[in-house]
């Protein structure tokens, strides 16, 4: 995903990568997938570098483009998105709930580095607040054009972080 910055006026849109809303055309090559061993391992790096006491390893029922964690630990808890297609993780305050539109957004902890280390970009509260009308949708493919029409979603964090079927 390109990110011209934060979504304000004058800056470069925000451009998904293909995949991004979990999505592809029927003959079209499959989406790359994220690996969540290698996530799973940066939520245990990270809790440790952030002192956290607890990893859960949260069960998404049904279809979602993501894979979930909450690491608790001194007086707070975030909950760890991981996008299933792109290298792309957010944070939350609050866990998912499922068929929810995702909240609580907030930017990247001290201890987020461990997910730069592997390789998964810390996507910013800002980023994710960016409304689709500053979305650069052109990489995606027809099949992610059509689920977006379907789905009208407001903001950057509900095309990537979604419960679609």
């Not at 592997?118 to 689709?132: C, I, K, N, Q």
Request: charged residues 20%; negative net charge; aromatic residues 8%.
């Amino acid at each position: 995903m390109d990110s011209g910055g934060p979504s304000g006026a004058g800056e470069a849109p925000i451009r998904p990568a293909r995949g991004a809303t979990g999505f592809r055309d029927g003959g079209g090559e499959p989406l790359p997938t994220t690996d969540v061993r290698l996530f799973r391992a940066a939520c245990f790096e990270a809790a440790g570098k952030g002192g956290g006491r607890r990893v859960d390893v949260l069960t998404i029922p049904g279809l979602s483009s993501f894979e979930a964690v909450t690491i608790a630990g001194r007086g707070e808890s975030r909950t760890v998105l991981c996008h299933a297609h792109l290298p792309l993780v957010a944070f939350t305050d609050t866990p998912p709930e499922p068929g929810r539109p995702l909240s609580g957004f907030v930017d990247p902890p001290a201890w987020a580095e461990a997910f730069g280390a592997a390789g998964l970009r810390a996507l910013r509260a800002d980023e994710l607040s960016t409304p689709m009308s500053r979305v650069d949708l052109a990489g995606l493919a027809e099949a992610e054009l059509a689920q977006l029409r379907y789905w009208q979603p407001d903001t950057l964090s509900d095309l990537l972080f979604n419960w679609w079927d």
